[in-house]
């Protein structure tokens, strides 16, 4: 598989993450966010996950690892402050975090 091929799969793949979270959050939050943004949250849990080093952390008997979802919504309110995204409320934002989550988590029970 070539590296175009490669992005276009991760492409593929943020559409159903952001579709999945989408589906799960609730009536209110549902129309709050643009794509634009469900695809820049999903950049900066995807570098929580690179830089934190939570990825290379041992799973437990068994076989999960513990992953703090409220640094999750601060690593992503900070960063969004920062690059002058905007003030998001962490309340909401923990649901795309969750929705993100749950999604990875239907995608290894189909394994």
């Given amino acids: 598989m070539g590296l175009e091929d490669d992005f276009l799969k991760d492409d593929l793949d943020d559409e159903k993450t952001i579709e999945y979270i989408k589906n799960y959050l609730p009536q209110e939050l549902k129309e709050k966010f643009s794509d634009d943004e469900f695809y820049y949250f999903l950049d900066l849990i995807d ?42 409320d962490p309340e909401e934002i923990l649901f795309v975090v969750q929705g993100e989550l749950e999604y990875t988590e239907s995608l290894d029970d189909d394994e």
């Fill in 47 to 88: 570098e929580y996950y690179s830089e934190s080093g939570i990825l290379d952390v041992e799973p437990d008997e068994e076989g999960c690892v513990e992953v703090d979802l409220g640094q999750i919504v601060d690593y992503i309110i900070k960063e969004a402050h920062k690059d002058e995204m905007g003030d998001y």
